[in-house]
């Protein structure tokens, strides 16, 4: 049984993941295996580029029920936490629904798109994966779409208009901005999901 | 709020970093994988690796480093140089790299762009431009393969009407390299990015020209560029990243302490 299991969703993130974990001292096992993903402790969900596909990636792989069956600690990373939410509007496709809510086009009122770069994060929650976070903590962003705030939204983001950088429910939380790529406070992120208890 | 980007720029030849003027008489710098540790811990915000010969010699990136950075490094990085084909930025991807940046070969297969961005995504998408005012014209143009001064020829392109096409055809981020100013410190080309800028809807990185720290304060202030690359005066200690975040933050703008 594997501490932490790196879900292989297809996308091309997922070295970059797998590295962060393991400069946190934890070794990570990369697998599309339902029964492997089962009897991790703990599940990260990573995923760069379009909803549609990524969402068709893990279909193919049979892994959509799998995720929506896990109650071990469950992080999404980027397009992987979009992908927890019910439904994305990148490609108006179904998502995993273990956390309500919608993606959309960002409203960035008229900034540059991608969103892309180091921002920062308010209206920081006391949920155990935000540990340590401040106002005044840089993240790196990259995305054009993005999860409405709602009661589920952990921490926000503004550009242009809020919306959701960190969500959570249950056993599941995600992130918008990368963690693997923020430096030291993007690793704190990670350092508390391993630490999360339920 | 979005912070500006100080985005070293580390060029690549054979394993070691390589840093020319005017893309000519390079001299090596240092290893590859120490000095991006070191740029990452001192404060860059991105890192980008260009292998300057790829491209012009018809050799893809030598692979192997990408992975050794993903490794150590915890910010977003870039690779650049000789990247043909969606299998040949699948790889790097791969490897741990954030994004693929795209010169020569967008120009010779501009169909690249789109299908980069269909596999890959937009975020993932850069392309390097290398932009040269012509004086007898008075028109900024695309130059292709200005790795090798032997293959280096001007392409049909301005640089207005191919910033236009790139982002039409999916680019995430455009990365001007203003050939006239590079390796010089002169300071960046303010005029040239302004006028891209108008044109550019994406993230707009400048590059070339970088020599004293109110040079980044300028081309931040009044080219509104979202990132400032540069080379030689970070490798060579001319500029240290802490003073010059302190220096752009001490001027009002929106920089990652």
């Excluded at chain 1, 009122?109 to 840089?138: C, K, V």
């Excluded at chain 2, 990136?61 to 969606?86: H, L, M, N, Q």
Aim: charged residues 20%; aromatic residues 8%; negative net charge.
């Amino acid at each position: 049984m594997a501490e932490l299991v790196i879900v292989d969703t297809g996308c091309a993130n997922i070295s970059s993941v797998y590295f962060a974990v393991k400069r946190l001292g934890t070794e990570p096992v990369i697998s599309h295996d339902a029964n492997v993903i089962k009897a991790a402790n703990r599940v990260i969900v990573p995923g760069v580029g379009s909803a549609k596909a990524a969402m068709a990636n893990l279909a193919e792989r049979e892994l959509i029920a799998t995720l929506q069956g896990l109650t071990q600690p469950v992080l999404g990373i980027c397009l992987g936490m979009q992908m927890l939410t019910a439904h994305s509007m990148e490609g108006d496709v179904a998502c995993l629904g273990l956390i309500p809510g919608e993606v959309a086009p960002l409203n960035a009122a008229g900034l540059r798109l991608p969103h892309m770069g180091w921002n920062t994060l308010h209206s920081i929650s006391s949920h155990p994966i935000m540990q340590g976070f401040t106002e005044q903590d840089y993240l790196y962003f990259v995305h054009s779409f993005a999860v409405v705030p709602s009661q589920y939204s952990l921490a926000q983001c503004h550009y242009g208009s809020d919306f959701a950088a960190v969500i959570g429910k249950d056993n599941v939380a995600g992130a918008q901005f990368h963690p693997e790529r923020s430096g030291k406070v993007g690793a704190r992120l990670l350092q508390n999901f391993l630490e999360w208890q339920l | 709020m979005l912070a500006k980007r100080l985005i070293p720029c580390l060029d690549v030849r054979d394993g070691k970093v390589v840093k020319g003027v005017q893309f000519r008489n390079h001299e090596i710098i240092g290893d590859i994988v120490p000095l991006a540790q070191r740029y990452a811990e001192a404060g860059a915000d991105e890192l980008v690796f260009y292998d300057i010969t790829a491209s012009s010699d018809g050799r893809v990136v030598d692979k192997s480093w990408v992975r050794r950075i993903a490794e150590v490094i915890d910010i977003p990085f870039c690779v650049a140089g000789g990247i043909k084909s969606v299998a040949d930025a699948g790889k790097i991807l791969e490897m741990g790299a954030d994004k693929v940046s795209i010169n020569s070969p967008a120009l010779s297969n501009p169909q690249l762009i789109a299908d980069l961005n269909a596999t890959f995504g937009q975020q993932c998408v850069v392309i390097g431009i290398d932009s040269f005012f012509d004086v007898a014209s008075g028109q900024y143009q695309v130059y292709q393969f200005t790795g090798d001064e032997t293959r280096t020829q001007k392409t049909q392109w301005l640089t207005r009407d191919w910033v236009s096409e790139v982002q039409r055809l999916g680019a995430g981020e455009i990365v001007l390299n203003c050939m006239n100013q590079d390796g010089v410190r002169q300071g960046y080309d303010i005029a040239q990015l302004k006028t891209i800028r108008d044109l550019c809807k994406v993230p707009l990185i400048a590059s070339g020209g970088a020599g004293t720290m109110q040079h980044f304060t300028e081309v931040f202030q009044q080219a509104d560029v979202d990132g400032a690359l540069a080379a030689s005066v970070f490798h060579k200690g001319i500029i240290q990243i802490s003073e010059l975040k302190a220096k752009l933050i001490a001027d009002g703008i929106s920089i990652r302490p």
